[in-house]
């Protein structure tokens, strides 16, 4: 039985394979599909490197397009599978399963084919080629399709505005760590910890007040977030690991008044692409650090080229408190509870008591600008949502939203009371040496850096935030790239 769209294949005047549709019409020139093809791509801008085109029919269009745009990345869109399993039929079609820039989707997969394959930073816009005659045959689907195509860009551009935003500071953070790593020469093991006891990964959610007393008094291997260690520290408590994922010079804060007596047992791990001033503080102060790698391809280069040295985090969507919580995992924890992940503002406040900002607002309190005023105008950023017993945002959302799928994903049971997630591993992980920084050759680093012509996949954070310069809206591909590698030599 044919569930398919299509009815039959039949030979164009210029003796070209085209697909029929059930009700006997064709989606593309009867005559000449190849002059038709040709046509519509002279209306394609020449610098376009991403392609969506809906209606792949007999597959012409996709290949013209991929000959006259050859490093481009293209996507042919059908209703369904079976779809494309009559169109394998054609020989055109069956042949661009060979070329790795043509991506054949149907529908349903649209979506997760878009986020997977388009990189902004590397391909610019988007040209998207609609069929009209293929959408006048599918018109029950065009809402599905325009959705799958919005929803995808939404996430994908949500990501870039970060890179965009964070490309350049990240770079200049990474390469600037890892010079700071080749002359620190820290070989200092960290103790593996006593991974029965439970794990407690403390973020700075205002609802972490409620257990510092109980967080003085048990037993647990405590592992703070970067805005939750200052927290800690004003109530005598000793983490016994600190995590900062914060590229932004801010991130200095959390770590500048450490009690010497309370920080000297703590093992501190920070991105690649953290603030280095941060690190360069806990260093001078004696500090066992580490560093860690959660994604960034520049981090990844180096990683690569250090024999995999680093620790490898996964960072999520950014939120520092999922990275503690990898870190739990990786050192082989069973037993795990989460304080302070709130993912809301319960009782309009952004923060535990004790937070960096609170010493930062006083100071610049005065009648006219309260420390209250300053606090809300930081909850006040963007829209408020109202949820049980508090208040939350769309993107404090997704922070929730990726917590408990990276949970789902390692096979974790758990379940939150009273504001704290408990946490059960089913299968614990075997333990991750908990290495220290050691030394790194960062003039070699750099030499490869510069000898490397087969991609530019580690520029593209620092290209992202060139494309969302003005000064450089305009440039090609090229000269972005040009541009990215020329500024690896002002470390």
């Not at 079976?82 to 079609?93: G, R, W, Y």
């Not at 010493?359 to 009648?367: I, T, V």
């Amino acid at each position: 039985m044919n569930n398919s769209i299509y009815n039959e294949i039949i030979l164009s005047k210029s003796c070209s394979q085209i697909p029929v549709l059930q009700n006997g019409r064709t989606i593309e020139s009867k005559y000449n599909p190849e002059r038709e093809a040709e046509q519509i791509i002279q209306t394609f801008e020449q610098n376009t490197l991403f392609f969506i085109l809906i209606g792949i029919g007999s597959g012409i269009l996709l290949k013209k397009t991929a000959e006259n745009f050859p490093k481009a990345k293209i996507i042919g869109v059908e209703k369904t599978q079976e779809d494309l399993e009559f169109l394998s039929k054609i020989t055109t079609v069956s042949e661009l399963s060979a070329n790795k820039n043509i991506i054949l989707s149907s529908i349903n997969n649209l979506e997760n084919c878009i986020i997977q394959n388009y990189v902004p930073a590397l391909h610019g816009n988007i040209k998207i080629f609609e069929n009209k005659a293929w959408l006048n045959e599918n018109k029950d689907i065009k809402n599905e399709l325009q959705t799958q195509i919005q929803t995808a860009l939404k996430k994908v551009s949500a990501d870039f505005s970060v890179q965009a935003h964070f490309g350049k500071i990240w770079q200049k953070n990474i390469l600037t760590n890892l010079k700071l790593l080749s002359l620190l020469n820290n070989k200092n093991q960290a103790s593996q910890p006593d991974v029965n006891k439970t794990a407690a990964i403390i973020a700075a959610g205002p609802t972490l007040d409620d257990y510092i007393k109980e967080l003085q008094n048990e037993n647990y291997f405590i592992i703070a977030t970067d805005t939750a260690y200052s927290i800690l520290q004003k109530y005598n408590i000793t983490a016994d690991a600190a995590v900062s994922l914060d590229g932004q010079c801010v991130s200095y804060n959390h770590f500048l008044e450490c009690k010497t007596e309370l920080s000297y047992k703590t093992n501190f791990y920070f991105d690649l692409s953290s603030n280095p001033s941060a690190v360069k503080k806990r260093t001078e102060a004696g500090n066992k650090v580490n560093y860690f790698v959660s994604g960034h391809p520049l981090s990844e280069y180096a990683n690569v080229f250090s024999k995999n040295q680093f620790l490898k985090l996964y960072s999520g969507s950014g939120t520092v408190t999922i990275t503690a919580l990898d870190l739990a995992l990786k050192m082989g924890f069973s037993k795990i509870k989460v304080f302070g992940a709130d993912f809301s503002y319960p009782k309009h406040k952004p923060y535990a008591k004790g937070s960096y900002l609170d010493s930062l607002y006083q100071l610049a309190e005065n009648r006219l600008n309260s420390t209250e005023k300053q606090f809300s105008k930081l909850m006040f950023r963007t829209e408020l949502k109202p949820v049980k017993n508090a208040v939350t945002t769309t993107v404090l959302e997704s922070y929730k939203e990726s917590f408990e799928d990276y949970l789902k994903a390692q096979g974790c049971s758990f379940s939150k009371h009273n504001n704290v997630y408990e946490i059960s591993v089913k299968k614990a992980a075997k333990q991750t040496p908990q290495i220290a920084a050691s030394s790194f050759n960062f003039s070699s680093f750099i030499d490869s850096l510069k000898n490397e012509k087969k991609s530019e996949i580690y520029l593209l954070p620092y290209i992202a935030w060139l494309r969302k310069n003005s000064k450089f809206s305009d440039n090609k591909y090229e000269e972005f790239v040009k541009l990215a590698r020329e500024s690896l030599l002002k470390v």
